[in-house]
T-cell receptor
């Protein structure tokens, strides 16, 4: 089936650790996005990529890093520099203006 | 700052009634508008998009766009308890801008 796969669904991290969230899509979309959602809040853009080997910062990129080595993959690393990383992370891909989301990864910092 | 605004709710309607969800946007460069439904703890799912002024209907859902007033709405007819969710409005110009969402509660 075509879709967007995020892993892991749930992740616990100790303070000071980097963690990487995986996002893979088989929809042949050029554009991929990472959003963060906090309880009761809307979606905030972390990073996006419109083509392989190129990506741009979104509104809240500090403390995060990404790579786009393949069209299908757009992993997000939450670094120890991110002060408040506990959140729901959503990966999305799209073309012609439509955006489709993965199931999300819930990160909790202990 | 490009913004999309929504009333956070909760908006409560009785089962079978029409639910009306509203959204305003600040970026006149936005070309397309999207409504996503998000159940608690789940990811958003696309339910409607609209890019021309006027109405667009899909089953029980009608999206309305008024570019002059920078206003987008979503009507849900014959509301069901399963429609209870948060509805996110998003505009797309150079990139997507999401509103904070309106929480809808349909009471049996």
């Amino acid at each position: 089936d075509g879709g967007i796969t995020q892993s892991p669904k749930y992740l616990f991290r100790k303070e000071g650790q980097n963690v990487t969230l995986s996002c893979e899509q088989n929809l042949n979309h050029d554009a991929m996005y990472w959003y963060r959602q906090d309880p009761g809040q809307g979606l905030r853009l972390i990073y996006y990529s419109q083509i392989v080997n190129d990506f741009q910062k979104g509104d809240i990129a500090e403390g995060y890093s990404v790579s786009r080595e393949k069209k299908e993959s757009f992993p997000l690393t939450v670094t120890s520099a991110q002060k408040n990383p506990t959140a729901f992370y959503l990966c999305a891909s799209g073309h012609t203006g439509e955006l489709f989301f993965g199931e999300g990864s819930r990160l909790t910092v202990l | 700052q490009k913004e999309v605004e929504q009333n956070s709710g909760p908006l409560s309607v009785p089962e079978g009634a029409i639910a009306s969800l509203n959204c305003t946007y600040s970026d006149r460069g936005s070309q397309s508008f999207f409504w996503y439904r998000q159940y608690s703890g789940k990811s958003p799912e696309l339910i409607m998009f609209i890019y021309s002024n006027g109405d667009k209907e899909d089953g029980r859902f009608t999206a309305q766009l008024n570019k002059a007033s920078q206003y987008v709405s979503l009507l849900i007819r014959d509301s069901q308890p399963s429609d209870s969710a948060t509805y996110l409005c998003a505009g797309y110009g150079q990139n997507f801008v999401f509103g904070p969402g309106t929480r809808l509660s349909v009471l049996p």
